[in-house]
């Protein structure tokens, strides 16, 4: 119950695709996931013991750009 509590990026991502596409706003936007989770410094009592026993503070999390209605393409000169 205490995973299911927690639903991680997967889970989270394919629910906003489906929500973005049930709005027809999906193929029209650029999606970028930052988690800057998994640097906890306190206890959290109500988790315990699911996070150490799951593991879920080893869990790096990444970086995701996801961008589907534009085309992937090359650019040469420095851009900001």
Do not use: C
């Not at 927690?6 to 906003?16: A, E, H, S």
């Not at 800057?36 to 750009?65: C, K, W, Y």
């Amino acid at each position: 119950e205490q995973y299911n509590a927690v639903r991680l990026l997967d889970y989270n991502i394919g629910r906003l695709m489906e929500i973005a596409k049930a709005g027809n706003w999906y193929d029209n936007s650029i999606f970028v996931f930052f988690g800057d989770h998994n640097t906890r410094i306190s206890q959290i009592p109500h988790m315990a013991p699911a996070f150490e026993q799951l593991g879920l503070e080893s869990n790096n999390v990444p970086l995701l750009i996801h961008a589907p209605g534009l085309q992937p393409r090359v650019i040469d000169e420095a851009v900001g």
